[in-house]
């Protein structure tokens, strides 16, 4: 071996040898160099777009902004004003002032006129203030009640978050059947959804609704995890029945990858969180999903355990729709405690961010992200 060749070597032994010393001694440098925060790093660069729609960022000849038939969609409760506010005043500041989409925020019970004064008073654009219909909302007649009720003391015995609750049960379906039924809603084609004490970090410089319609998008999300599967026994038993008889309603290049490691025998628990999510309308009111929401609901599990919107609408979109329909908006800094994402790198700085990247939560352990893009 001649003595140039051992040189790198004995040079390559003492590099390796001081990689393995720093990432044992110091965990900040093992997380900066692990293979999963260089892809992250590497993904973020590659990834990111400022979408440029056909008239130039949506600017027309005539000078008017091209726009979809969009709107934000609340749902909250009076006594949330103030963490409504927060949520809209970030969102106005950090896109809607540019780009002036309205709100609708929807309700059980008649906004007070506090609410609509405070919340009108941060908004640039119009917004309108609707109540749900009780059939919408409140536990159906049909549903065994004895049956109910042990669910939750159940699931109060086991510690599960909300497991004592029937008005979140009562959200949950409403939001996994009826929110994009509402009058409100029949004239747009996209939402998004916004929910009080959530934060926005980065600064959008494009219109992601007409992101989402220029490239036949039909969902877009920012965090994804699994769900508790105390909540959640039977919704897959109960999702394969609705499979099995209906064959016809599933794309092959679907995203069943994302929410199964075994090709459909079991539900790996995988959802996208969807107190964040920005959708096609009409994809929520087409046959395939229709009619799976009319089966889970006869089924009775929305109130016999605590199945979840974003479950439903993530097994949902995940099996009726192609994969490439699905959209991660890395760009689109975001938190609801306890998780967040926040863009890295160069995204970071294009978007303006005042996020941590240190805290971002897309490729820890409880993750779900490696999954969507594995599907």
């Not at 091209?66 to 927060?86: P, T």
């Not at 959209?327 to 689109?332: A, E, L, R």
Request: some cysteine.
């Amino acid at each position: 071996m001649n003595t140039q060749l051992r040189f790198l070597l004995l040079a390559l032994g003492i590099l390796i040898g001081l990689h393995f010393i720093l990432s044992v001694a110091h965990e900040d440098y093992n997380k900066a160099t692990s293979l999963s925060s260089l892809k992250e790093k590497w993904r973020s660069t590659k990834n990111h777009y400022e979408y440029v729609s056909p008239e130039i960022q949506g600017q027309a000849t005539n000078g008017t902004r091209r726009k979809v038939k969009a709107a934000f969609v609340i749902l909250a409760r009076n006594g949330d004003l103030q963490g409504v506010i927060e949520s809209v005043k970030q969102i106005e500041d950090r896109f809607n002032k540019e780009f002036g989409y309205p709100y609708v925020f929807l309700n059980e019970e008649v906004f007070s006129d506090e609410f609509r004064t405070y919340t009108s008073e941060v908004i640039s654009t119009k917004a309108t203030y609707g109540l749900i219909p009780k059939e919408h909302w409140f536990q159906p007649d049909w549903i065994d009640e004895d049956k109910a009720k042990a669910a939750r003391e159940d699931m109060i015995q086991k510690q599960v978050i909300y497991g004592g609750s029937v008005s979140y049960r009562n959200m949950c379906r409403f939001n996994s059947g009826f929110f994009f039924r509402h009058p409100l809603l029949r004239d747009y084609d996209y939402y998004w959804r916004i929910e009080p004490n959530v934060k926005f970090y980065c600064d959008i410089h494009y219109d992601p609704f007409l992101f989402m319609s220029d490239n036949n998008k039909v969902y877009g999300f920012t965090i994804t995890l699994p769900e508790y599967g105390e909540t959640i026994e039977t919704l897959w038993k109960t999702t394969k029945e609705f499979i099995k008889a209906n064959p016809q309603y599933l794309p092959k290049d679907n995203a069943m990858g994302f929410v199964s490691d075994d090709k459909g025998e079991s539900y790996n628990r995988c959802h996208y969180w969807s107190n964040f999510e920005i959708g096609d309308l009409n994809f929520w009111r087409g046959e395939a999903y229709t009619k799976y929401f009319e089966h889970l609901d006869k089924a009775g599990g929305f109130y016999y355990e605590r199945w979840g919107d974003a479950p439903v609408h993530s097994i949902g979109v995940s099996l009726f729709a192609p994969k490439d329909k699905i959209h991660f908006f890395n760009d689109i800094g975001y938190r609801h405690e306890p998780f967040m994402h926040c863009p890295t790198g160069q995204v970071h700085a294009q978007g303006k961010c005042w996020c941590d990247q240190k805290q971002n939560f897309d490729y820890e352990w409880y993750s779900c992200l490696k999954h969507f893009e594995a599907a």
